[in-house]
């Protein structure tokens, strides 16, 4: 599913982040600390009324020496072409300034529905200023206080009452996948690569965003891929380009948009911030997972090599045992008809369903291997287990007390059941309820 975009802007200390804070939806979490994920957050999943959109908090995007009125209109113009809606933000405590009217004259350049945030009105005799922000020409203002979290549901109402209609069709029998990773890992010659090896028709086809060119293809058996377009690959030139949190949300969106994940490294530099940044952000959101090594062709190996490599990588990325890495050349083509293979299968990962008869024969010889913990004399009792979604695959574990399960027996389980199925690929969600 393509989501639909909401944009933050306004001058720096309006409360944008406070905002995007009030806004963001926290997703399901099965690893407490993942690090980097939540730190610095400019893009996050949102969702009121059954509408689920992703918010991008502009002002996190900065620019390192650069004038202030560049940084402010990178940020509208990141606004203006990532989003579907514009929230603008004011400050209603330090009343109207000319940086506010510097950004409401760069959003009379889209035809974008945008929202007029007054923030900080904390109390009722605050609401008369609000009048002052009419002459921004941006519509009605919206008084709210985030830091109390007052007027943010109409706020709520009215970005949602101006998102897009669903965006596109989902199609079951079509697998999105992208690939993600740091500049010059070889992205872009691994998707000419992948696109020469099969040797399909491949149509660019406008995609539903804006501004990201998906490629469509076929391979020899008959599936139909989307390669979902990424930063990096079409340059156009502007400032904010090259910062890594543009960088970060473009990816994190990719990665929203797809399937199957690349996380793609380059075999000379091993793994960094970035990576782990990204592929965390990949597993939080239930995607499947390919790691793919590039470059292998640069390296003089040895018997141990791939072995010493897959031992980094299982060591830097902990929460991803259950991605399959391989090791290509986009340069000498090694291994590359493996990628498509592996997507596939992935993919069928992400989708399979177990019958509840057959996951609760296995969470029973769970239990009878490895006994369920103990707290204060009381026993964990499991009743029973199904599967309640695909995509992550989610399965719901009943129990007599939810506070008995262990984030350590819950990762046995979900073990027991990697074992017995295949789940390559693919995250597992798991739920603990308590059964009523
Ligand atoms: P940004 O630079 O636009 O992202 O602004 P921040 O979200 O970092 O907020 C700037 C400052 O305003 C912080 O000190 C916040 O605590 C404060 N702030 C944010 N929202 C409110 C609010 O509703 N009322 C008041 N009084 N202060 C707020
Ligand atoms: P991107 O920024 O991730 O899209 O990376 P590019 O595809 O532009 O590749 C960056 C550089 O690495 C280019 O000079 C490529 O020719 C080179 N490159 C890409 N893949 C390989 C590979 O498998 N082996 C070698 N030796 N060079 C590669």
Redesign the pocket.
Known sequence: MSLPTVA?V????????????RIAGERISIVENIPGVTRDRIYATGEWLNKKFSLI?T??IELSDEPFMTEIRAQAEIAMNEADVIVA?V?G?TGLTDADEAVAQLLYHTSKPIILVV????NPERRMDIFDFYSLGLGDPYP?????G?GTGDVLDAIVENLPADLEEENPDLIKFSLIGRPNVGKSSLINAILGEERVIASPIAGTTRDAIDTHFTDPEGQEFVMIDTAGMRKSGKVYENTEKYAVMRAMRAIDRSDVVLMVLNAQEGIREYDKRIAGFAHEAGKGILIVVNKWDTLVKDDKTMKKFEEDIRWEFKYLDYAPIVYVSAKTGQRLSQIPEQIKEISASQNLRISSSILNDVIMDAVAINPTPTDKGKRLKIFYATQVAVKPPTFVVFVNEEELMHFSYLRFLENQIRKAFVFEGTPIHMITRKRK
């Open positions: 933050i306004g001058r720096p200390n309006v409360g944008k982040s406070t905002i995007f804070n908090d002002g996190g933000v400050d405590e923030n900080k009105v904390d709210v206080s985030a830091a109390h007052l």
